[in-house]
Structures are given as C-alpha cells and as structure tokens.
C-alpha cells in the first residue's frame, strides 16, 4: 500500500470520528448524510444537481468569490452519488489546491482525485462502523452496504484497503475473504477483523473532543 492511504486516513477518521462523537453518535446508527449535511451547514457549501448527455461528469467543485458549491450528475444511481458528494467533499476538506476540481467518469489517475476517492469512502464507511456492522454484529454484505448507501464495488475496495493497511497478508487472501464474506461465509473476514480490531478501537479513542462544546 502506498503512503497515500496512511494521509488520507488520519484525517478523514478524526474528523468523522469527532462528528461522532460531538453529536453522541453510535457506530451503529452513523450514516454519512449526517456528517455531510453538517458540513455543508458549517462551510455554507451549495449543493446542486448537474446533468451532461454524456453522463462523463461524475462531480464538480466550485470555489470563487460567490462561496463554494458542489454539484453531482442527477441521473447517476444513489449510491454513485452519495460517493461523489463525499468525494467533492474531500477536495474541500483536504485542501487541494485549487478552485476548480472535476470528478470524470473513469479517470482518476491524479493524487488529488485519488485521495478524495479514499476520503469518501472512509467518510462513506468509517472503520469503527465496519468493525459493529461486521465483526460484532454479523450484518450482512447486502445489509451493510444498503445500512451505509454504497455500491457493492464501493464495500468491496473499502475493506480491501482497510485490511492491507492494517496487517501485512497476501493481498490475495483478502481478496478471497471479502469475496466470501460477499457470498455469505463469514470465517475469513471475521479471522482478519479480529486481528485488526484493537488498532481500529485505539485509533477511534485517540480523537478527543472538547467536553466543554458537547
């Protein structure tokens, strides 16, 4: 795994990790809207639909002297749009230089759309979700990825990343757990998550909030 991830992932856990526990949040009943809306509240980010024949625009960023507005291809499916709103988020929030990012379909070979595509789907599904989903509570690939609203692909890529991060396996074998998992088997993914869990649970308690502000 590249050093990408590592950067991306600490500051997309702190702050939906510190969201959560703002706003007293059960890791079982978060759901992104919840963060993005309070996002676009606190940052006055317009949010819009947009739409090309060619549907080739997945997401736009907008930032000038009129404030900062996102916009997502209306006659893409939910889940896709739920990523883009997230990913559009992470250009933002990560501060990409810039005023002007485009989201194209299938071309996301430069670092900054790559990083706002690990943004969205650590944002989309933090890992301490995953860990009560999964591993404590046993819910089901379709119950998972319909609970958190992302494609089937997004889970898949999204558990993938989370344990090659974590323990150094053949990338192979968990590819073979997360496909099982998929198909119903739950011993391989179970076996890695409890093999993670720890770094997982000490990563959500290392963000600290002001108690004085709850």
Do not use: W
Not at 127 to 143: A, G, M, W
Not at 183 to 208: H, P
């Amino acid at each position: 795994m590249d050093n990408i991830y590592p950067k991306i992932n600490q500051v997309a856990s702190v702050q939906v990790y510190r969201f959560m526990k703002e706003n007293k949040m059960s890791s079982l009943n978060y759901h992104f809207d919840d963060f993005f809306e309070a996002c676009l509240d606190k940052y006055d980010i317009k949010l819009m639909e947009h739409h090309f024949s060619n549907q080739q625009i997945e997401g736009l960023t907008l930032i000038d002297e009129q404030g900062i507005s996102f916009s997502y291809e209306r006659d893409n499916p939910k889940v896709k749009q739920n990523f883009t709103k997230c990913h559009e988020l992470g250009h933002f929030l990560l501060d990409h230089s810039g005023r002007f990012f485009t989201e194209l379909k299938d071309k996301n070979d430069s670092q900054p759309e790559k990083e706002a595509n690990i943004f969205s789907a650590i944002i989309l599904m933090p890992s301490i979700v995953l860990l009560s989903k999964i591993f404590y509570r046993h819910d089901s690939f379709k119950k998972v990825i319909e609970d958190v609203a992302v494609s089937a692909d997004a889970l898949k890529y999204r558990l993938i990343d989370l344990f090659r991060y974590h323990i150094n396996v053949d990338y192979d074998s968990i590819v073979d757990a997360v496909a099982r998992y998929q198909e119903g088997d739950f011993k391989n993914i179970l076996y890695l998550f409890n093999i993670i869990k720890d770094n997982i649970i000490a990563e959500y308690k290392s963000v600290k909030v002001d108690i004085k502000q709850m």
